[in-house]
């Protein structure tokens, strides 16, 4: 697992707090993570998670995930763990919106941490958000504290590639991501199993690429004006941002940077 100094929880609620996250919705939509809808439901089919009772989101920011999965996949419960209050207030708003005041609640604490009874989850689940947490065995830990015997621990993320990133590489990208740590398959493979998980995935899905070029193409072809106004029109803001994220797209070009899926069970 790769480490940064200077970069934690703050720097993170700094970006869903604000204009940056606001840009990432523009881009990516309500699902802020790679592959939207698709993705969810390709997880949600590995995991056998259809009809499941209750299930829990670690880092659900305004909970598209669990709208998704309450709606598509007759998820009776989800409870949504976020750390921003911006997001959760936001994800209140809409699951109120939306009709689904009954079916989802909000819990404001961090995922290492959630305070939410043991044992009782039939499903926990995470979609490209665990990658902000510093603490990934203890995150690990609470995914398996947290679901009951026979769960499952369903999660995609970003992880490093096949082909290593170069030190200064992994520095640029986690520090313009705000990510304190980054993990591969093998290394969040390792810690599934050391918190007494089975583990029945761990891949990449070679998605990644392909969404990041076509998120460029969002903020240059299509939504210029729409991103502009989010960050008040800051042109080198904009100019700077649009330089990472093709930083980005060659290291995912490159096989550095993926996406990855975990499926795993806690026995019993
Ligand atoms: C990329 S967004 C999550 C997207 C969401 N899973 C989806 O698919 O729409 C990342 C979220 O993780 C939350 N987060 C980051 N670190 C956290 C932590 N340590 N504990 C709880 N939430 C955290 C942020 O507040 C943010 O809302």
């Not at 881009?27 to 499941?52: F, N, P, T, W, Y």
């Not at 976020?82 to 959760?88: G, L, S």
């Not at 009709?99 to 941490?113: L, P, Q, Y």
């Not at 193409?217 to 729409?226: G, H, I, V």
């Amino acid at each position: 697992m790769r480490s940064i100094d200077g970069v934690g929880l703050e720097q993170v609620r700094g970006v869903y707090d604000g204009p940056e996250g606001d840009l990432w919705e523009l881009v990516m939509g309500e699902q802020i993570h790679i592959g939207g809808m698709a993705s969810s439901m390709d997880l949600a089919e590995k995991a056998g998670i259809r009809g499941a009772a209750r299930g829990i989101d670690l880092c659900c920011c305004t909970g598209a995930g669990m709208r998704c999965l309450v709606r598509l996949m007759q998820v009776g419960r989800m409870v949504g763990v976020d750390a921003t209050r911006r997001v959760i207030e936001l994800g209140r708003e809409r699951c109120r919106e939306q009709g689904f005041g009954d079916s989802i609640d909000f819990v404001e604490a961090e995922a290492t941490g959630t305070g939410l009874p043991g044992g009782e989850a039939d499903f926990v689940w995470g979609e490209d958000a665990w990658c902000y947490v510093s603490d990934k065995p203890a995150l690990i830990r609470e995914a398996a504290r947290l679901v009951r015997p026979g769960g499952a621990v369903a999660f995609t993320d970003w992880v490093e590639g096949d082909t290593p990133l170069e030190a200064a590489e992994a520095e640029r990208f986690q520090r313009f991501m705000k990510f304190p740590t980054f993990e591969t398959v093998g290394g969040y493979r390792g810690l599934m199993s050391a918190a007494g998980l089975r583990v029945e995935r761990a891949e990449l899905t070679g998605r990644f690429a392909a969404h990041a070029r076509l998120y460029i193409d969002m903020l240059e072809k299509q939504m210029t004006y729409d991103a502009l106004r989010i960050i008040g029109f800051d042109m080198g803001l904009m100019a700077a941002m649009g330089q990472e994220m093709r930083f980005m797209l060659g290291l995912a070009e490159k096989g550095k940077i993926e996406q990855g899926l975990f499926v795993a069970r806690k026995s019993g």
